[in-house]
């Protein structure tokens, strides 16, 4: 699995947060862990 890396591209916001979520899913954290990354 490749890790996160920081490139110079034009992701809004909300892209990038998704982006960041879908990381923590495909490493299989629990859904309440997400969830809480996703309201910090």
């Known amino acids: ?3 996160l890396k920081m490139t110079a591209s034009t ?3 909300e892209e990038g ?4 979520l879908e990381y923590y899913r495909q ?3 629990r859904q ?3 969830n809480h990354y996703k309201q910090s």
Request: hydrophobic share 30%.
């Open 1 to 3: 699995m490749k890790k």
């Open 11 to 13: 992701l809004t916001f």
């Open 17 to 20: 947060c998704n982006k960041y």
């Open 27 to 29: 490493r299989n954290l």
């Open 32 to 34: 309440g862990t997400i």
